[in-house]
């Protein structure tokens, strides 16, 4: 009643599940994107956006939440791993996974806008009007441009992505009081869509490495430059990884020093 | 405590339910794609749309889900019957109530505005401004007018109907973590919505062939004339039908292929 | 442990949740229909105000459900006596408090925006820019104004409604696939946003007699004149009462004929 | 297994997810709020900002609501002491955690937007265009600028604060039919939604005297002068305090007069 793949599968679960999952999340989140802007508004606006990366979050946890947990971000994977007793084993492959499918998803989303992408931006911009890779990749706002400005996007990706924690921490503990129904999931899209409302301006709004580094490495594939890597110093590394990680840190310390009372988070150890 | 038309009707139950809830679907979904365009905006707008149509699928699942499963889509039918084990015999009669639901409502809407299209569209046109036909039927995008398009577009139909089949599968499979509550419905609703959001531009966003093609019969029995099966390259069919079926394939071996444990699916023969 | 009123209270349980009910629903969905038009779409837009008057629905059944089954809407009431055996005694308590409600709703709004409708429409008119008559009551649309558009409006009303009703009925139907956990309020009103966007032009979209005559009668009282009883050929009857009648008994028929296998529905009975 | 700290997170359990649950609240609402407005539009509507308040009432309810019950609002800590049992000794630290969670939250986004408010407002003004005071804490509408107009903000304060406390009331009676499967934290979202979308306009639309009390004294501290205090009438005391004290016990005295049963209302001893 198995076959070869089914043991296949079986073995790699998990990052299959995380895999699809995040194609489907960049799929629809960055597609969503690409069409309100290479439209100008005329297909969606600022709310249409917010909207489908946040219902995009909620299908890709149904897509993978009962046979990977739905991480579907590496900050939420590792910090479970310190905070919740993930196993730091399975962490690089959900990792790798996320990335991967994160890269898959803008390459099918690239070849479909192929024709509007190279009308729209000949040129492979970074900054400006019609600057093609803001669709694709995160980047710190441009409106207040002075060396302060970094830092606030910097700050900014803290907060969010701690505030994300926090709910996550929150909708996963028993103790508290989550949604039941399996409807965890479409109130983290919940969370997504208030994030996006509320702090997805100044910076660039990253909340997920894998999010803004598959696409990345997929745009410099392309041919869009070093450019992608050293813009706006290293925000890349700063801001889409570095501050998402610190604020997910954060964000899971918040909750488990002032709220969480199982014993499986470290800050519970006597 | 029976009589005989509750005979005819436990006997037609399938075909019935999907008939009533297509019809729904249709006077909702259509009737705010006529309310948004004719009133030039003033009641409603692109996101107004993606709700309208979300909601209309959450409500047509609802009123069918329980006798015939909820498909309103010949491409689910279908690939229910590939991928799970839907019997094919029952296939063709729920195809036709799906297109004759569609038809019906079409033909109900077309009622209600008759005397407001007569004076937005006097010449039944499908192209241009105040064109009529594209209120009823789906049409590839015309904005990126070259020879190259209409392939951007098929393939754009195929990722949208392939994301819909991989969420609606999750949201099927018991060893997954679907949502519970009777609440699969909604979130089918929200599937929608986040796919006109991100994939409802260039491609005329189908998805559904019963949804193009009952209109589309409706509008030629108007007298739109011929051009209404031959426009765009024979779009009706390459679009709505095989683009979409091709999609739905996609989806279903993605998902069983990574996800799907169950041996109801021929991926995992022996 | 009980009191006097107690046993009042428990008499006129119906009606009192019925009246609390549907105050609240007027004093949102009135509320934001005066702030929307007022404030000239600063606060509130075409989306929003289709957004208010559902969950303005949802938040109605919440608060009456358990205690009057939540109809807040007389069509309801009727249908689910004549299809459903709700008892025809308390039809007419369901209906006075019903309609009560909706003029008490009108009487606090109305006060509560006296200075900024003395200034936005002195001469108290029913037509014309800034009139404040239709921020109260239901108005066929005056966009196509030859005579046969009210008959269109009256058709409308009545897909509108039977709509409404094939969903009420859907959702309490155990046979079918209702939502659970107490989510059919929110489902209702998921309905009655769809029905909004997509049949909320051309008619002045009742679906809901009370939510028009208790305004109506409200207005007659503040001097707007017995042009409120007379304009559009009697519309506060032909279209708000009648025609949302027609279309209920409409939709339920529909439903009963081709799903309902339930022997409480006369269409069962042998 | 457990430590000095987790005695006190135990002992201070309640005001820690108070200030939490407001913290959140705050950063997502006058997050929002900022982004909406510093941003001219660009990065978000009305719309946007009436759904980023609802979907933060719900988030702040998921922190914070199997430990210390979700308050998140003095008002309803106070109204439920008075008429459900909450007992009064408790009343003290929920509010002074909520009031500081507030603050907290103004606090940690002035930080935030500090470079862009210095651009947008310089002088730190209450009113006027590129006012910064409003974004932070609640004022009277300006639009009709007469004596009256105070009283018809009060009394709007009023009507809102009563309908939330409706809700919240049905939401919370067994008796009635609300919401399961832990959904109460996302209708009482829509609550929100559906007030700011119906009763935003006007009044500032407090309903939560800790969300203006908060980022008011943040505002003193930071040197926007004692017109913090007495601008319109007193309006942090006579507006944010005092009506929606008045609002919540008027709704909760609807709701225990016509609906509640239960007898742990005064209402209800003999």
Redesign the interface.
Known sequence: ???R??YV??KL?EP??E??GML?LI???I??TC?TK??EG???????????WG??V??A???????SG?HINPVITICLAMFRGFPWRMVPRYILAQIFGAFCGAA?LY??????LE?YDPEMKLYGTNASAPLFITMPSQ??G?G??LM?DL??EV?ATG?LH??VL??G?E?????????G???T???I???G??????SGYAINPARDLGPRIFLWFMGYGAVVWHHDSWWWLNGAILSTFAGGILGCL??D???F?G?VSF????
């Not at 946890?61 to 009962?66: F, R």
């Not at 103790?175 to 409807?183: H, T």
């Not at 800050?267 to 006597?270: D, E, G, I, K, R």
Request: proline share 3%.
């Open positions: 009643m198995s076959n793949w089914a599968r079986w679960r299959f599940a895999w699809l489907v799929l629809i989140g597609g969503a069409q290479i439209s005329t297909y969606g606006n600022y709310t249409n956006l917010m909207f489908a219902y995009a909620t299908l946890i149904y897509i993978s939440g009962g046979v739905g099918i070849g479909n806008y192929k024709v509007a009308k409106e207040f002075d302060m400005v606030i700050y900014r907060i505030i926090v709910v929150a909708l503990d103790n508290n009081a989550p949604p039941g129904a399996g409807l999931a479409f109130i899209g919940l969370t869509i208030a994030l409302m509320s702090q997805g301006w100044i918040l909750y020093v002032f709220i009372g014993d800050v519970n150890f006597p």
